[in-house]
């Protein structure tokens, strides 16, 4: 009995250790482990070969369609021509779904979300949630999938030019903490 209830302790402990693990996904961790050989260790990426996610990864994050292209990139994958700062880029990155859990891509994304130019050029964007993760998994997108999300991110952001980046959640200011969570 003694025995018993030790080995349900140690358990438990285990399973606590585990769910902190969960929970406390290190972004900074995960990127280095899993992105950075590629985009370099400040996303700096390699001229017309990795793109870059310094400055790219927030500007995507402040429309929806940025977003699901984001997390799409990361769980499937990302095949086919693409343009960024007028350079082009045809190779294929490799989709982590299988490896990350949601709460590691949205920890992994909001990271890159606190990095480097990110903050400026993403004002405003709200943090990714696993269950926002969840939502895109759902879809099982093939790399070249992912590539046509791009292009509709591109025509989305070329016709909001000038005309503010978001016309469909309009919450820039102070997003109003406690009440109605999340706004939409
Ligand atoms: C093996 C190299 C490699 C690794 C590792 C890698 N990527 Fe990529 N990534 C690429 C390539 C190549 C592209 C461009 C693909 C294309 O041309 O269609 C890309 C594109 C992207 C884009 C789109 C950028 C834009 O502006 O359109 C994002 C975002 C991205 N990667 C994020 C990540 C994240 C986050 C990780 C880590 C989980 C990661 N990548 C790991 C090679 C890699």
Redesign the pocket.
Known sequence: MGAEVKRMKRMLAVLLVLGFLAFGADGAE??R???????GEAGE?KHG?????DG??G??ATVPEGRT??VA??LF????????RGE???????G?GAV?SDEE?AA??NW?LSQWRNPRSGAGAKPFTPEEVARVRELGLE?KE??EL?LK?EEVMHRGQGAGHCQDHGHGQGQGRGKGKGAR
Do not use: K
């Open positions: 995960l990127y482990t899993y992105c950075a050989s590629c985009h990426g070969v990795y793109p870059a996610l790219p990864v500007r995507l292209f984001l990139t990361v994958g990302l095949e086919g021509e693409i343009t960024q082009t880029y045809n190779g294929v990155m490799p982590y990350l891509v992994l994304l890159l790399p992912v590539r791009f991110v």
